[in-house]
C-alpha cells in the first residue's frame, strides 16, 4: 500500500484506505472516490494529481493524494508480498 500522490501515469490502482478529515472524506465521496474504488492515474507530476473514475477526470491536491493509500489494481495487493 502506498499512498496516491506516488503512483505513476497510466497505473491503475484501487483504494484501500483514507486518512483524511470528514470534510475531505465527504467530498472525496462526492466525487466518486471512496475505499474500493479503482482509479487512473492521468499526471502525476508537479502540482495536483489528475485521475480518471467512472469516466470523469478529477484533479487531488498533492497533500490529499497524500493521504489516499493505494494498491496496485493489476496485482490486487500481491506486490506487497514479494
Do not use: H, W
Request: charged fraction near 25%; glycine fraction near 14%.
Amino acid at each position: 500500500m502506498y499512498p496516491l500522490a506516488f503512483a505513476k501515469e497510466g497505473e491503475e490502482v484501487i483504494v484501500k484506505k483514507i486518512d483524511a478529515g470528514c470534510g475531505a472524506m465527504q467530498r472525496l465521496v462526492s466525487m466518486g472516490i471512496n475505499i474500493g474504488s479503482k482509479l487512473k492515474v492521468i499526471r502525476n507530476q508537479n502540482g495536483p494529481v489528475i485521475i480518471s473514475t467512472k469516466g470523469s477526470n478529477i484533479a487531488i491536491g498533492r497533500g490529499l493524494a497524500m493521504k489516499i493509500m493505494v494498491e496496485d489494481a493489476e496485482y490486487g495487493g500481491e506486490n506487497e508480498k514479494l
